[in-house]
């Protein structure tokens, strides 16, 4: 009994963690394709917070909003995938809405706290990752 416990509670964990990686993944992936997809007229009004020029922080944010996204839905070099989220929310918090109210800043500071708990925890057992790591240990 106490075997089925401990196993249904690890299995909850994953679960929990494929849920919360997916959908903060796939939500995210949303903005980036906004971005990616209007790119030309992002181009013209996009903010250079960190002085590397407009269209480079706007391919960067890109890059990290759907690429990395997609690959955190996924659960693929998740950890890694998770570090461009990060610096993106920590930017987009501190930097590009640092004058703002909270009210603005809010979604930023929500992802990135869902993005640096991912980060602590890893990907869990149902992902790319995990299947990855599986295989590996046979």
């Known amino acids: 009994m106490k075997k089925i416990f401990f196993y249904s509670q690890s299995l909850f964990k994953d679960i929990a963690l494929l849920v919360l990686r997916a959908s903060a993944g796939l939500m995210m992936a949303t903005h980036g394709w906004a971005k ?44 890694l995938s998770l570090l461009p989220l990060i610096v993106t929310m920590c930017v987009a918090a501190f930097i590009a809405h640092g004058d703002d109210p909270f009210a603005v800043q809010e979604m930023s500071l929500l992802y990135l706290t869902v993005f640096v708990s991912l980060f602590l925890l890893g990907p869990g057992k149902l992902s790319v990752d995990g299947q990855i790591k599986t295989k590996k240990s046979y």
């Open 36 to 79: 990616l997809s209007d790119f030309s007229a992002k181009l013209q009004s996009f903010p250079d917070p960190i002085g590397l020029g407009p269209a480079v922080s706007l391919q960067l944010v890109i890059f990290a909003e759907f690429f990395c996204a997609l690959f955190l839905a996924i659960g693929f070099l998740t950890r």
